[in-house]
């Protein structure tokens, strides 16, 4: 089978990790670079964390450090003060206890990132491309919306932008906007409705594929080779630390990035998707940064996004261990 190539966009943490790691033990596409972005943690981690991966998965492929801000969105004082905000640090004992760890439990390696900034990279491999390129984004979208306005040419050379951001009725960093739409609301809308396809996989969706828990975790640990036990530390760790900020009756988390990754690699885990406008609130208020989507039908409905409602649990949980089983020490 002929292999598609991505680009991956990620502010890499603990889902990111999943998510790079079963991407790149699939055969379905060929990662051609990596572009890191603030999010998670500020973008001189992320980068790291992505040449600590890559290395460790003993994978040759070029990791560009992208955006250490939003495009905008920092420079409106008091914009956060106007939501309802999420806890995503605590001092325990002295320790910053957040989300994401600021570095990968993973061994240090000599590879360093590329010269050329992420945004740079991104317009100049787009738009000399012979074939169309996918992208995949599981972080504020600020290194896409920086590329798209250098060159919004580029959204030509795309097929298909596969995002994890956005919930349908609800959010993570406040009551109704998740955290990558929010870091970068104005990057968001901008790739959004750049012209080219985008699969937008949101909370929702994300969660009706990819929760785990202590079961899941289980069959994880059982694969037993050095992939597959770093990735039950990944998902254990987070969920533990998500006991600390929210309490002890967090007892299973979301594997965001990871479930966006599936739904690209295998499109038939997707059980329902629906094609409708959809925008992000850039208004500063108490939505700021809150996915949008037009229900009403009045119109047909011609948009250039597909949104992922639900998804196939069982087959979801299923390929990760695939992937993981595929794993053979080079
Ligand atoms: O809201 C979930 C998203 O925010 C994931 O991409 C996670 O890694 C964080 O960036
Ligand atoms: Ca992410």
Redesign the pocket.
Known sequence: MERKKVIFDT??????AVALTALLLSDRFEVIGITATH??QPVCNTTENALRLVSFLNKDIPVYKGCGQPMVRHLFKGRNANTIQETIRKEVDGEVIM??EPILPLPETTRTFEDMHACSYLVDTLRNAKETINICA???LTNLGVALTMAPDIAEHIDTIYI??GGLFKG??TPIA???FY?DPEAAEIVLNCGAHVVLNP?EG?ESGAMYDANEIIKIAAIDNKVSHFIRNEISEFIAREKILFGDWVDSD?M??YA?VAAMLDESMIVEMRNELAHVDCSGGMADGALICDRRGFDEIHSKVDIIYRMDTDRTHQLLLDLLKSYAEA
């Open positions: 502010d890499i943490g603990s889902d990111d999010g998670n989300i994401h599981v972080g504020p994890m951001g993570n960093r998740e955290a990558n870091d909370l994300c979301c965001y990035d966006a």
